[in-house]
C-alpha cells in the first residue's frame, strides 16, 4: 500500500498530461490528421520509398524520385536493430501531434522530480513547458524532427544532473537511454543546442566542485556521463554514420568547388554566413518572450473589421467584402526577420517567476540555468550581435552547419520554466526567511510590471512600429494607408502588453496573499496553474487550432495530379520531371508523383545544389538532357502543361571523348561548353580506373536500362570494341557496379553522374546500392545492445548487493 500511496500521484499526473494533450489536439480523436507544411513536402519526398517499402518489405536506402537521386538516410530509413526507435515509440504512444506535447510534458516533469521537486510543482512547470507557443507552433508547421528532439531534452539534463549527485547507476542508464533517444530524433542543430546548455552546465559545477574540494567526484562523474554517451552513439550507430556519409556529399558539406555562380571565391566550407543568420532575432524582439505581439505576432494577423486599415480601405473606396478579405492577412509584423509564423512566447506568468527565482535560489543551479539563459539569448540575435555569432561560426566545431539562428531560444524556452518552478518552490519553503520572500516579490513584481508600465506608458516615443516591408506598403496604399497599418500594430502592442501587465499583477497578488497567510498553499498552486495554462494557450490556440486539422482522406492525398501529371502518367518510360510551376527546389510536388530532379530538404545533395545554382536556375537545357529531363512542367495563361524535351540524352549513353580536369571548379565549369552527347568530363582523381579518353563512334552500339528499382538498375549493351559509357545517375558511395555479375569500378563523370569503361561485346550491366555504412552501423548496434543490457544487469545487481535496494533518492540540487 505505501507503494501505491508513493507512485499513484504520479500516476494521475501521467493520466492528466494524456488528457491534456489529446484535449488541445482534440481532433485526432475523431480520426483527423494535423495538416503541417512541412510533412506535406516530406510526404513527396518519401512516397517512393513507402510505396517500395510496403510492396516488397525491404528497404531500399535509394530515392530515385528527387534532386536526381539521394540516399533515404533523412529521409526516415528505417534501419535493422533500431531497439532505440522501439523504446521512442512505446513513449510516444498517442496519436500525432499529442504525442509530442505529451512527449514535453512528460520529459520535463522528470526533470523536476530529479531536482526533487513537488509533484504539484512539477506538474505546473510541465504545462508552462509545454505549452511554450514556440514549442506549439513548430509542430503546426511540421517540424517533428526538432519538436521530437526538444522533447527529449529534459530527460538528458535529468541524466546529468543524477550522474553528478553521485547516483551513478540511474544516471548511467537514463543518460544513456535519453541522449539516445535524443539523437535518434535525428535534429541535430537542437542537441547541438543542448550541448552547449550542457557546457554551461558543466562549468558551472566544475566551478561548485572546486569550492568544495570535490574535484576526484567530478571528473567520476564526468567519466559516467563519457561512457553512457558514448553507448548513447553506439545504440545509433547505423543513423549516425549514414548521415555523417551522406553530410559530406550535401550542402552542408564540401563539393570541392571554391566559386560561386556568379564568379565570386566562394568562402570556405559550411553555409554562409548570411544564410545562416538570415532569420535572426531583433534584440528588441525579444521581448515577445512576456509580451506575446510585441512587434505585431506573426507576419499577417487577422484584424478583422474593427481596424484602423479596415477604415482606412473603405476611405479608399474598397468594397466592404474586399476590405474584410484584405484585413484577415494585415502585415502587422515589424521585426527583422523576413517571415514569422508566431512568436515565441513563454509566458508573462513563468517569466515573472523566472524573476522572482533571481531573487530567491542560489547556487549552482540558478548560475548553469542564467547562464544558459543568456548564452542563448545573445546568440538568438545572429547578425544583429555579430561578433558574437562570428565568433562562434570561426571557433566552435559544427556551428556553421545549422541556419536559422533564432531558434536556439529553445534553451530560453527550457531554462525559464525549470527555474521559476524553482522559484515558487522557495517561496513556499519553510527555509527561506518571510522579509527575503517579500523583498524578492517587490523586486520581481517592480522589474518585470514596472517593465511592462513603462512600454504602455511610453510606447509612442520608444518604437516606431516601422517595419522592414513598409516602403512597398506605402507605394501600394500611400501614406495614410501605411499610417492606418501602423496605428494597428500599436493599438495590438498595446492590448498585449495590457494583457501582460494584469496577469503579472495577478500572480504576484495571489503571491502576495500567500505569503500574507490570506491565500493558502494549494489555492495558491491552483490559482498559478491556471494562469499558467491560460497564459499560454490562449495564446496557441490563435496559431494552432482545429483549422489545422483535417480528415484522413484527405491527409494521405496532400497532392493532386493536374494535367500536365496526367500526359506524363502515360509515359511508362524511366526519366525525370523538372516541374517550374513553384520553386523546383522547394518543393516536394513533383516527387510526390515523378522522378523529379528538384524536391524539398533542408539538407539537398550539395552536387545537384551546385548545377541548380550554375545551370538548370537558368534553364540550361544541355544540362537537363544530360540529367535525363524530358518532361517540363510550366505554367501560362492557358494553365499547366508538360513540355516534352525531345533532346534527353537518356538513360544511359556511349561518348567518344573523356576531358580531364583536375579540380571540381573545372568540372562544373567544363559542363558550360561541353557536348555531353559525345563528350564527358572526369576529374583526374579517377585516371587509374580508365584505361584511354579517346573512344572509337560505333552507329550499332547501344545501352539501354531494362529493369530498374530504387536500389538496383539493370542495362543492357552491345558493343564492337571497348567504349564508354555516361549514366544518368548519382554518383554516390554504396552503389556497386556490376557486368556480368562481375562487380567492377565506377567513376564519376560530369560533375555528379557516373561512367564506366565498357568492354567489348554483350553485357548485363547492374548498379546495385549496398550501403557499406548500413551493415557496419548494423554489427555495432546489435554488440552495443547486448552489451548495454548487461552493464544494466550488471550496475543493478552491484547496487543491490551494496544497498540492499535498487532504488536510493538524490537530494535537492543547491
Known sequence: MPLIKRFLPHLLVVISFIIASLAYFSPVLSGKKMKQGDIVQYSGMARQQTDFRNQTGEEPYWADNAFGGMPTYQLGAQYPHSYVKKIDRLIRFLPRPADYLFLYFIGFY???????????????????????????????????????????????????????????????????????????????????????????????????????????????????????????LLLNATSLLATKEYTQFSTRGDTGITIQANGKEKKGTGLDFDYITQYSYGRLESFNLFIPRFMGGTSTENLGTDSNVYEELLRLGVSPAQAKSYTEYVPTYWGDQPFVG?????????????????????????????GGSILALLL????????????????????????????????????????????????????????????????????????????????????????????????????????????????????????????????????????????????????????????????????????????????????????????????????????????????????????????????????????FEFYLAKNDVEVMNMLNVKYIITQDEDGVKALTNPYTNGNAWFVSEVKQVSSANEEILALKDLDNKKQAVINSKFNNVISKTKYTSDSLAYIALTAHQPNHLVYESKVKEESFAVFSETYYPGWQAYIDGNPVEHVQVNYMLRGLPIPEGQHKIEFKFEPKVIKTGSSIVLTSSIIFILLIIGGFYYQYKKTGSLLSLPKEDK
Open 380 to 611: 538568438s540575435w545572429g547578425k544583429n550581435l555579430e561578433f558574437f555569432t562570428r565568433f562562434f561560426i570561426d571557433y566552435f566545431p559544427l556551428y556553421n552547419k545549422f541556419r536559422a539562428v533564432s531558434s536556439i531560444q529553445v534553451i530560453v524556452e527550457l531554462c525559464v520554466p525549470i527555474l521559476g518552478v524553482v522559484g515558487i518552490h522557495k517561496l513556499l519553503s519553510k527555509e527561506v526567511p518571510g522579509d527575503s520572500k517579500i523583498k524578492a516579490l517587490k523586486y520581481a513584481t517592480g522589474i518585470v510590471g514596472g517593465l511592462t508600465l513603462i512600454f504602455l506608458l511610453f510606447k509612442s516615443t520608444l518604437f516606431s512600429f516601422s517595419g522592414l516591408g513598409d516602403s512597398l506598403l506605402l507605394e501600394q496604399g500611400g501614406p495614410d494607408y501605411l499610417r492606418a497599418i501602423k496605428e494597428d500594430r500599436k493599438a495590438i502592442f498595446t492590448t498585449d502588453t495590457i494583457r501582460s501587465l494584469v496577469l503579472i499583477l495577478l500572480i504576484a497578488g495571489g503571491c502576495w496573499l500567500y505569503l500574507k497567510g490570506k491565500l493558502k498553499e494549494n489555492l495558491l498552486l491552483i490559482g498559478v496553474g491556471v494562469l499558467i495554462t491560460l497564459d499560454l494557450v490562449l495564446v496557441d490556440w490563435n496559431y494552432v487550432n482545429k483549422s489545422n486539422f483535417v480528415s484522413s482522406r484527405e491527409f494521405n492525398k496532400p497532392f493532386i495530379a493536374n494535367k500536365a501529371d496526367e500526359e506524363i502518367f502515360k509515359d511508362k518510360g524511366h526519366f525525370r520531371v523538372f516541374d517550374l510551376t513553384a520553386d523546383p527546389f522547394n518543393s516536394g510536388r513533383a516527387a510526390y508523383f515523378h522522378n523529379a530532379l528538384g524536391g524539398y530538404h533542408a539538407a539537398k545533395p550539395g552536387r545537384m545544389q551546385d548545377l
Open 110 to 232: 522528470i526533470l523536476l522530480l530529479v531536482l526533487k521537486m513537488d509533484y504539484r510543482l512539477a506538474f505546473l512547470g510541465s504545462l508552462a513547458f509545454g505549452f511554450s507557443t514556440y514549442f506549439i507552433i513548430i509542430l503546426g508547421v511540421g517540424h517533428n524532427a526538432k519538436a521530437h528532439a526538444i522533447g527529449y531534452m529534459p530527460l538528458v539534463l535529468s541524466g546529468i544532473i543524477l550522474t553528478f549527485r553521485k547516483k551513478y547507476i540511474w544516471g548511467f542508464l537514463l543518460l544513456a537511454i535519453s541522449m539516445a533517444l535524443e539523437i535518434a530524433a535525428n535534429h541535430f542543430q537542437m542537441t547541438y543546442y543542448l550541448f552547449l546548455l550542457v557546457l554551461v552546465l558543466g562549468i558551472s559545477y566544475l566551478i561548485d566542485a572546486y569550492k568544495k574540494k570535490e574535484i576526484p567526484d567530478y571528473f567520476k562523474s564526468l567519466g559516467v556521463m563519457v561512457l553512457a554517451v558514448l553507448f548513447s
Open 342 to 370: 508566431a512568436p515565441a512566447y513563454i509566458g508573462a506568468t513563468i517569466l515573472f517567476l523566472f524573476i522572482l527565482a533571481l531573487f530567491l535560489v542560489k547556487g549552482r543551479l540558478k548560475w548553469w540555468i542564467v
